[in-house]
Every structure is written in C-alpha cells, then in structure tokens.
C-alpha cells in the first residue's frame, strides 16, 4: 500500500513539474499572443499609431520566416487613451484572460508607470516604445520593463549638450503639466548650472496635458522676449502650438527648440516655420543613410503604409525584434526567463547594432538632434544635418542606477 501511494505521489509531482515547465512553453505550429496598449486617442495618438505598425511589420516578418521557436506571433492591440487606470487594467487583463506572453506601446509616462506596475506585480515583458520618463526603468524600474527610447534624464543630457554650445543665455518654457516635462525641464536647469552655465528663465507656461488652444499662451511668451523658446510641449497639442504661434509670429522674434519630431513636421507640412530646432528617437533620413538596415526598414515601412517612419516606429520596431531575440536565447516563452535573456541583450535593427543595459533595461539608443529644414523630397521639414548624441555619453552609470534602486 505504501509502495502505491508513494508511485502515487510521485506521479503527481511528475505531472505538476510537467506543468510547471510547460507553462512558459508553447506547442509547435500554435499562435502566441502579444498585447500592445497604447493611446489611440489623445494628444499620443500619431506617436501610438506609427508605434503600432511597425509592430505589425516585425510581427509580419517574423511569421514569414517561420514564427518564433516554430511558433506564430500575433498581437492585439488596446486603447487606453490619456488613462493611466485604464493602461493598467488593459495590460491586466491582457495578461490574465488573454494570456499575452509580454506587452508593448505606451503612451503618456504616467501611462506607461500604471502598465509597469501590472506588469511587475504578473511578472510579464513590458518593451515601451512610446512615453519616456526616466522613472519607468530607475525610480520605478523593474526586472519586466525594457525602454527603447532615450529616456528623459538622456533627452535633457543630450539637449544640454546641444544647448552649451549655443550662445542663447535667456530662455522662456511651455510644456504640459505633469510628471515628464516637468522632469525634463528640472534636469536642463541642473545640469547646464553643473556646466557653469547659468541661464535665466523669462517666462514658464504650463498647459493641460493635451491642450489644443494657445491663443492665451503665445502673446505671454512673446512679450518675455527670450533668445530662445524651449518647448516641452509635444503630440497633437505641439502640431496645434506650432501652427497657432508661427501665425501670430513668434518665431519671428525668438529662436525655438523641443520636442518636435517627425509627427508634427509631417502634420504642418509646408506650414512648419523656418528655424525650428528639433530631435529624433529614430530620424529616418539619418538611419537610411547610415545604416543599410535603416534604409531597408524605411523603404518597407514606407511601401506598406504609404508614409515614412517616425522616431517611435524605429523604437517599436527595435522593441519587437529585441523581444524575438530574447524568446530564442531563452528558448522558452517563459516570462522570468525572456526577462532575464532581455538584460544586456545585442541584437541589430534599423538603427544599428545595440544593447539593452543589464542593470536597467534601458536600450542604448541614441538621441538625434538638429536644424529643422524644409525637404522637397519628403513634403516636409527633416533634421538636417542630424546629429547624433550616444547614450553612453549621456545617461546615468552603472553606480548611480544601483544607487537609485537602493532608494526603491
């Protein structure tokens, strides 16, 4: 009796332990679920939308040579809008009832700290492409999030760099309240003053997250007379800023720089004002002619969706492609063991060969900056020339992460 309820037991542990290994496994020749969650709706949504298809394409290519481990790869996406809550119960319940095997896009950084925090808590990849705010991979950072844009303490570094070699010394802001802009514009403000340079602020506006009218902002930012406006504003609400301000002249009396990228140059086309200074988390025109990759994602994205590709396909592309690289390295679906395989990760895409940093998740993506100028070619305004500022240069090291995670 006792020889039957030990075989007993052990069968039992057998299938328990099958089980358990199975878990993270998928079957030869099924389908394997992905989540993206972005904001299709709200001042993101042409950042969410160019994020989206480039996920698609990836997606595309993968099954066309066979899936990944022999499995197909298909994703569904989810619109959590400007809704923090509602990012977190989508990837929620993407992850508990459609059982995705990781989640992408982004959003608002707000957005993508509640995704995170699910994310975490269910122990599931979560690879931003969109929403940048240092926090999501040092404040709030985990083993599970992967960030494959410069996130907003590199964009301040690498704006600083920029600006030191300007000879601009009286400044004036506009931005969107909230955590991001105002992060972005502390961090300028510190590390220009580390530099020795000491700058003076004529003017702060702070709007709404998503505001579209400006028409109360721009006669307060013109009477400050600054040498230059930084502008922190960014999405649908820059495109409507940009426009609404070049008709009442501003960048007639003052020079201009932020957060404007290929979305907003694409939008205004031939009504984008001259003298504009922008950035890229992925310039096409700079990656095309640098990286044969880069060319060659350009053209197909191009071909596809009949437009070029913004700064957040790239990083969304990268996303997809370094999440594939992963699940093969592991050799499972597994979620912990895709995680671990995603920490110092080298992989190539469309801008080059790159790594994702072990200690943090943060991809060591570049930022490219520069002059915004009109190109026939394209119908609208490229960085031109771009420069591009390394992420080695710019973010924190190894020491100083550990030493905010301590702080968690």
């Not at 240092?134 to 590199?154: D, R």
């Not at 909230?178 to 003053?193: D, G, N, P, V």
Request: net charge positive; charged share 20%.
């Amino acid at each position: 009796m006792m020889r039957k309820n030990t075989i007993f037991t052990l069968t039992i542990l057998l299938v328990f332990g099958l089980l358990t290994l199975c878990s993270g496994l998928a079957l030869a020749g099924e389908t394997v679920k992905i989540g993206f969650v972005g904001a299709f709706t709200g001042p993101a949504f042409k950042m969410t939308k160019d994020a989206e298809q480039a996920a698609v394409l990836a997606i595309e290519e993968i099954n066309a040579t066979g899936g990944i481990l022999g499995n197909k790869i298909e994703m569904d996406s989810r619109d959590g809008g400007n809704r923090p809550e509602l990012h977190a119960r989508l990837a929620r319940e993407m992850i508990e009832q459609e059982k995705v095997k990781a989640i992408f896009g982004g959003g608002a950084s707000s957005c993508v700290l509640g995704a995170s925090a699910v994310a975490k808590e269910l122990k599931v990849p979560y690879l931003v492409s969109v929403g940048n705010s240092s926090s999501i991979v040092w404040k709030k950072g985990h083993h599970y999030v992967c960030l494959f844009e410069s996130n907003s303490s590199m964009e301040a570094n690498a704006w600083v760099a920029w600006a030191a070699k300007q000879p601009w010394r009286t400044y004036s802001w506009i931005g969107p309240d909230y955590e991001w802009s105002r992060m972005t514009l502390k961090a300028f403000k510190q590390k220009l003053a580390a530099r020795g340079i000491n700058l003076k602020f004529k003017k702060e506006l702070w709007h709404k997250l998503g505001e579209t009218t400006f028409t109360s902002y721009v006669p307060v930012l013109k009477a400050s007379r600054p040498e230059v406006l930084f502008i922190g504003t960014w999405g649908s609400s820059l495109n409507a800023f940009i426009l609404q301000a070049g008709q009442a002249g501003l960048f007639d009396k003052m020079k201009a720089f932020g957060m404007i990228a290929e979305d907003t140059c694409i939008a205004l086309g031939k009504k984008f004002p001259q003298g504009l200074h922008g950035f890229s988390r992925g310039a096409f025109n700079y990656y095309s002619a640098k990286e044969a990759a880069g060319k060659e994602f350009t053209d197909k994205y191009y071909k596809k969706f009949n437009m070029y590709p913004g700064g957040f396909s790239f990083c969304a592309y990268d996303s997809v492609i370094a999440w594939a690289a992963a699940v093969k390295k592991a050799g499972s679906f597994d979620s912990t063991k895709v995680a671990d395989a995603l920490r110092g990760l080298k992989f190539s895409g469309p801008r080059g060969d790159q790594y994702i940093r072990a200690v943090d998740g943060q991809l060591n993506c570049a930022t490219t900056m520069g002059p915004l100028v009109y190109n026939e070619k394209y119908g609208f305004a490229v960085l031109d020339p771009a420069t591009a500022i390394a992420a080695e240069n710019v973010w924190l090291s190894v020491d100083e992460v550990k030493a905010i995670y301590s702080k968690q």
